[in-house]
């Protein structure tokens, strides 16, 4: 069993803004930067499931901007409940660091064998 | 023979000559049965005599729909065998750790139970108790 959820993250959330593995590679704003986390859970027959524990970080110039950004990238990871895929929202923070907003928000994302 | 160790994956149940599907852990348990015996001449230490054993297993898992037919039991396949009655309850077992020699057996399922906790996979955990011998398996 791969572990896609990068990917999968990658497919919902590029179409929203740009989203980067743990550093931004521009100084555009806005972006999206996600921190993961990984462990698998086995049963005897091997992986049955991986389990991301997942941090974004939405930057953006305005506050409305980013939360904007975040609200739709909450939906896009809410749509990914599946028989594959589920995700549990674990909280929020937001905070403004010399005039850029960053919003933050973490994700358990479980990737399943099927 | 160079010494083996093994890992608790390779240790598996089957029931019907089926593995159960979702395994975590199976634990096999034999406890002798024994008779105690004291007469005067032993001055008061007891004598102990095993006339027989008990031998168990308890598996548990996680709960698994629409498991490999014909090489795994599903949850409802397990289900269905912790409600039979009589005759029908009795289930042929055989238990492998890795390569290591077969044993066998015939078994009543004494309990199935399942958890569900909301924001993680159901489990569930099976005993089961040998009725009649457990012998080790010709061949292995």
């Not at chain 2, 599907?21 to 102990?48: E, H, M, R």
């Not at chain 2, 409802?76 to 912790?82: F, G, K, V």
């Not at chain 2, 039979?84 to 042929?92: E, F, K, P, Q, S």
Request: overall charge negative.
């Amino acid at each position: 069993m791969t572990n896609t959820i990068g990917q999968k993250l990658k497919e919902i959330i590029n179409p929203i803004t740009t989203l980067y593995l743990s550093e931004a590679q521009t100084d555009n704003l806005p972006f999206c930067v996600y921190d993961p986390e990984y462990r698998e859970e086995r049963t005897k027959e091997g992986i049955y499931k991986v389990v991301g524990y997942i941090t974004l970080f939405v930057v953006a110039m305005t506050f409305e901007q980013a939360e904007s950004l975040m609200t739709a990238i909450k939906t896009a990871i809410n749509g990914i409940e599946s028989p594959q895929y589920n995700s549990t929202f674990i909280m929020e923070d937001k905070k403004s660091y010399e005039g850029v907003w960053i919003l933050k928000a973490e994700y358990n994302i479980n990737q399943y064998k099927i | 023979m160079a010494e083996e160790r093994i890992l608790g994956y390779n240790c598996r149940l089957k029931i019907q000559n089926k593995l159960l599907a979702g395994t975590t852990q199976d634990d096999l348990n034999i406890s002798a049965v024994f008779k105690d015996s004291i007469t005067k001449d032993d001055a008061g230490n007891k004598k102990s005599a095993i006339v027989g054993h008990e031998v168990t297993f308890s598996v548990s898992g996680i709960v698994t729909l629409g498991a490999t037919a014909g090489t795994h039991l599903s949850r409802d396949e397990i289900i269905a065998l912790s409600l039979l009655t009589g005759d029908d309850a009795i289930v042929g077992v055989e238990y492998v750790a890795g390569n290591g020699a077969a044993y066998e057996g015939d078994a009543v399922i004494t309990s199935y139970s399942e958890g569900s906790g909301s924001e993680e996979e159901a489990t569930y955990g099976l005993n089961l108790k040998i009725s009649g011998s457990f012998t080790l398996k010709t061949g292995t």
